[in-house]
């Protein structure tokens, strides 16, 4: 039976008008003063109605019906952005750029792999485009009732983002008044949706999609300007982006998590656990991104040893990180045991920790030193911090992503200014790394409580406390099978499995 069919609508009618008066009238007159709001939590999710704040005094006011306001924003959007496209934006002629800058925004308006051949990079971009959307999407279907949100508005929100962070982000870089297309600025367009999809992990479970595209629309416009800012202007140096990217998306999303604190989550929430298959889906996600990761922090570093040595470390770093991933779930884990949170999530972080300094020669030995140490402070950040985040500053990391970006995102920025201090890099100062990672970190905090608030305005809609991480409320989900006996079969393997 589908979760909408249970607690139905359907009310029997009272034999005599008196009964129904000594019975329905009492009902109606406590309803609006119990505190759970009983009725609500076994709604049907489908219907047209909104949990008003008049049926629920105590809960601010909800809409669950996106029929119109989802259609018309996403189809608004889609056609602003084919208008401006159809104004600036043509296809690369293969010509020189006479524009040159630093760090990615250099790369991205050189493009230096087009003289040669034009698609040199499309494995490359291919690689990106995987962990765009297989492994951001799949990492995050752990949530046991959560999978076709996780997957699916994960694809939705890298479609438009893609789109609007193109044009965005080569604003800055016309050549007669237009946009050249390159494999290059498409794999820059898909970085620019990762910190979406950042940002999207620390509030899964709890916006609708409307709220969702708001904050893809105004995330990627502040990512452009801060990229601009520490990458165009100071010229500091990010080939992987830990601090423009993973460190700026994860304080963007705490900053809107902040925003949009529940108390009525404060607790926790009965959908907010996996089960053993969401959780394998989840390490999907996990491998995708770990085996495509040295694409991500390599596509756009300049060619020959610059390139190789950002493969190399990456390929290192994420090794090391692994082991220590590993090693330090089982040490604070009870009995030894690992937690696939920890594996899903921290054997990740050395990709993110060497992003900054990855095409800088620090020596295989010095990614490995980056990967340890990202592993260990990521999987000791689930264990310990994120319960402190939650109780102690009331931001709800439904994924975690201040332990798998924005700590190993910082580390890598610490690790840039100390690599720039000992010169393993032509041109790169510390002082201009640190400003990097500052203006990262304070573009990101403002600009995510400015969105979040923003996206707190209550006609955009966001789903009430008792229906979070719950798929039903914006998707139609096939009827469940009947768990039961699959339960107790499962039980039972375990039970002999012991035994044996």
């Known amino acids: ?44 999710t489908d219907s047209e109605e909104s949990v008003t704040a008049a049926q629920c005094p105590n809960m601010p006011a909800y809409s669950t019906n996106i029929r119109l306001k989802f259609p018309i924003l996403a189809l608004i959007l889609e056609l602003v952005t084919i208008l401006l496209y159809a104004l600036f934006v043509v296809y690369d002629d293969g010509k020189p750029s006479s524009h040159h800058d630093g760090g990615h925004e250099k790369d991205n308006s050189t493009d230096h792999h087009k003289e040669e051949n034009p698609v040199a990079l499309y ?57 050249k297309v ?21 509030v899964l479970g709890k916006t ?19 990229e601009h800012l520490a990458v165009g202007m100071l010229g500091a140096s990010d080939i992987g982006a830990s601090m423009t990217i993973h460190a700026f998306g994860a304080y963007f999303g705490l900053a809107v998590a902040r925003v949009l604190y529940r108390p009525g989550l404060r607790n926790g929430h009965d959908n907010e656990g996996s089960v053993y298959h969401s959780d394998l889906f989840a390490m999907i996600g996990t491998v995708y991104l770990w085996m495509f990761w040295p694409s991500f922090n390599s596509a756009i570093a300049e060619p020959g ?52 300094c990855a095409d800088m020669n620090i020596g295989p030995f010095g990614a490995m030193v980056i990967g340890v140490t990202a592993g260990v402070i990521s999987t000791l950040g689930f264990k310990f911090l994120s319960p402190i985040l939650a109780s102690n ?41 640190a400003a990097a990672l500052a203006s990262s970190l304070g573009f990101a905090l403002v600009g995510g409580a ?23 409320i914006y998707w139609e989900v096939p009827e ?9 079969t499962h039980a039972d393997h375990s039970k002999n499995k012991a035994e044996a």
């Open 1 to 44: 039976m589908s979760r909408g069919a249970v607690g139905g609508s359907h009310q029997r009618a009272f034999p005599h008008p008196l009964l129904s008066l000594v019975i329905l009238r009492p009902v109606a007159y406590l309803k609006p003063h119990l505190s759970l709001c009983p009725d609500h939590s076994s709604q049907n």
């Open 123 to 179: 494995p490359m971009f291919q690689d990106v485009h995987v962990m765009i959307f297989i492994g951001f999407g799949f990492l995050m279907t752990f949530l046991k009732r959560y999978g076709f949100s996780s997957v699916g508005i994960n694809l939705l929100l890298a479609a438009f983002g893609l789109q609007w962070g193109l044009l965005l982000q080569n604003i800055w870089h016309l050549e007669n008044g237009k946009i």
């Open 182 to 202: 390159s494999i290059e600025k498409m794999i820059n367009a898909d970085f620019s949706t990762a910190t979406v999809l950042i940002s999207f992990g620390a």
């Open 208 to 226: 609708s999609p409307v709220q969702l595209l708001i904050m893809t629309l105004l995330e990627i416009t502040t990512f452009c300007l801060n």
């Open 305 to 356: 040893t610059p390139q190789l040595m950002a493969i190399t470390n990456t390929y290192f770093s994420l090794a090391a990180c692994a082991l220590a991933a590993y090693a330090t779930s089982s040490l604070v884990e009870h009995k030894g045991k690992l937690d696939m949170v920890h594996i899903q999530n921290a054997t990740l972080a050395g990709g993110v920790a060497v992003g900054t």
């Open 393 to 433: 500053l009331g931001i709800q990391d439904t994924c975690g992503v201040h332990n798998l970006h924005g700590m190993p995102g910082i580390l890598g920025g610490l690790a840039g200014i100390l690599a720039a201090l000992l010169g393993r890099k032509d041109s790169v100062t510390p002082g201009i790394q």
């Open 450 to 472: 400015i969105t979040g608030l923003i996206m707190k305005l209550p006609f955009w809609g966001q789903p009430p406390d008792q229906n979070c991480f719950d798929d039903s």
């Open 480 to 488: 469940e099978e009947e768990e039961a006996g699959e339960s107790l």
